[in-house]
């Protein structure tokens, strides 16, 4: 079945680098996401691996990918107060294909 | 290029009454999904259209709801006779044909009282 799986809350001290995780049920997974989401607004694409990839980075972001064990990362180095939202998670199977998410991870910064 | 807009950004409706959603794809995008969000939640996808055809509607509640993506204009999401369950953030996004990339308007907020 279709699942995506991510905790709800994390805090992390400005500076300091952000890792939030998250897992999937579905290896055919195709694209896995990660979106932005800040208070009031849509959602902003971060990034997006897909499954035959390991890592990518860009930038402050480094996403890790464990295929075995089904389970998508997001690092944020350097983080910072800009950085808090929720990000959630995602995946899809094809092309022109509909996105199943997560239920995002709040990221709050500590000063 | 202006992304993709919705509106109206905050919608109030009365239980009964209908709500409609607008949604204008980004500029050389044609292929639009809908998502809804309830509180505390994640977004759920809901009907996927391209100009003048639903392709993906598996996740429209079978009733009261319909999308659709006409030759000229918007895409309009119509919730007849909203009930308090349908209090949610609804989400448009837009991609171009083949891509796996859909980029997301500002959503549009509805309150049913």
């Known amino acids: 079945g279709e699942d995506v799986e991510q905790s709800l809350f994390l805090s992390v001290r400005e500076g300091d680098s952000s890792v939030i995780n998250c897992t999937y049920t579905?290896?055919?997974?195709?694209?896995l996401y990660w979106y932005k989401q800040e208070p009031g607004a849509g959602l902003q694409l971060l990034t997006y691996?897909?499954?035959?990839?390991d890592m990518k980075q860009d930038q402050r972001l480094t996403v890790l990918l464990n295929k075995k064990d089904k389970h998508l990362s997001l690092r944020i180095a350097d983080t910072q107060t800009g950085d808090s939202a929720i990000y959630f998670c995602?995946?899809?199977?094809?092309?022109?294909?509909?996105?199943?998410f997560g239920k995002g991870t709040r990221l709050h910064i500590l000063p | 290029n202006a992304g993709v807009m919705q509106n109206p950004r905050h919608l109030v409706r009365r239980r009964g009454q209908e709500a409609r959603l607008r949604c204008s794809p980004m500029?050389?995008?044609?292929?639009v999904y809908w998502y809804r969000q309830l509180p505390e939640e994640g977004l759920k996808f809901m009907v996927y259209?391209?100009?003048?055809?639903?392709?993906?509607e598996s996740g429209m509640p079978k009733e009261r709801f319909s999308a659709e993506f006409p030759k000229e204009g918007p895409s309009i999401l119509r919730i007849q006779q909203v009930v308090r369950g349908d209090s949610a953030a609804y989400f448009c996004?837009?991609?171009?044909?083949?891509?796996?990339?859909?980029?997301f308007g500002p959503g549009t907020r509805l309150t049913v009282t």
């Open positions: 996004a837009s991609s171009p044909s083949g891509t796996n990339e859909q980029y």
């Open positions: 579905d290896s055919s997974s195709t694209y």
């Open positions: 691996i897909f499954s035959n990839m």
């Open positions: 995602a995946e899809s199977f094809f092309r022109d294909d509909k996105i199943i």
């Open positions: 500029k050389g995008h044609s292929h």
């Open positions: 259209l391209q100009k003048e055809n639903i392709i993906d």
